[in-house]
């Protein structure tokens, strides 16, 4: 099984993301059973990361590259897509199947080279 995409709202159907930009997202992440062990909404708090960094699960690698700014949707990664045979901690159990409700706010307009850039947060 791949990933699942189902769209929820049409983004600018123009400007997606390429591999080394960063990209500025809003998510909410479930289990199957609709459990959620995550959401940057909850949070108020924009979750930004790097395309083709390694920094997320491929499940969202593969998706974001589809998706333009203002788009959001609905994914469902099967577990080789997700975190596989690795539990995270006691929110995701191993071989999970997880769906993410994922919205496209925007694109960081220059490439960074190697290092942080500015104003990146330093979380883990």
């Not at 998510?27 to 083709?52: A, C, H, I, P, Q």
């Not at 006691?90 to 490439?111: A, Q, R, W, Y």
Request: aromatic share 8%.
């Amino acid at each position: 099984m791949g990933l699942k995409f189902e769209n929820l709202k049409s983004g600018d159907g123009a400007t997606f993301p390429e591999t080394g930009q960063t990209v500025s997202v809003h998510y909410t992440g479930t289990l199957t059973d609709g459990k959620k062990f995550d959401s940057s909404r909850d949070r108020n708090e924009v979750f930004k990361f790097k395309v083709g960094g390694g920094q997320v699960i491929k499940g969202w690698e593969e998706a974001i590259t589809q998706m333009s700014v203002g788009q959001r949707v609905r994914i469902t990664c099967p577990p080789e897509l997700a975190y596989g045979g690795s539990a995270k901690g006691n929110l995701i159990p191993k071989n999970s199947t997880l769906v993410f409700d994922m919205e496209l706010l925007g694109i960081e307009t220059t490439k960074s080279k190697g290092g942080a850039s500015a104003g990146k947060k330093g979380k883990k």
